[in-house]
């Protein structure tokens, strides 16, 4: 996993289940943060990270892990199946609440 600030500076030495103690830190108070990656490839990795940050950060995207079609090159929810992935990635990318993305 990769972690990067809103600045796009990385922040190394995370693990897809547990991040840095540098990283909990600068971002402890329920920072708002977004999750990125090629979800589908690691399922068990990608539920572990959820819960972690779910239950201790403002997750902005994704909202959930319940995919339409996991085996899809690009997963969505119900709710994005009649959006573009550009579109679906716009929102993410361009949200400015976001703090910090990390990237599995």
Known sequence: MVARTAGGREVAGSSP???TRTLIKDIMI?????LIGTFR????GLEKIFK?????FDLLSPKTILFADNTAEFVKTEDELNDSSN??????????????????
Not at 30 to 34: A, D, E, F, L, R
Not at 52 to 56: D, F, P, Y
């Open 87 to 104: 579109i679906i990635e716009e929102r993410v990318f361009e949200n400015p609440k976001t703090k910090l993305t990390l990237q599995i």
């Open 30 to 34: 329920k920072q708002q943060v977004t």
């Open 41 to 44: 490839k690691d399922r068990v």
């Open 17 to 19: 289940v547990t991040p």
């Open 52 to 56: 972690i940050l779910t239950t201790n």
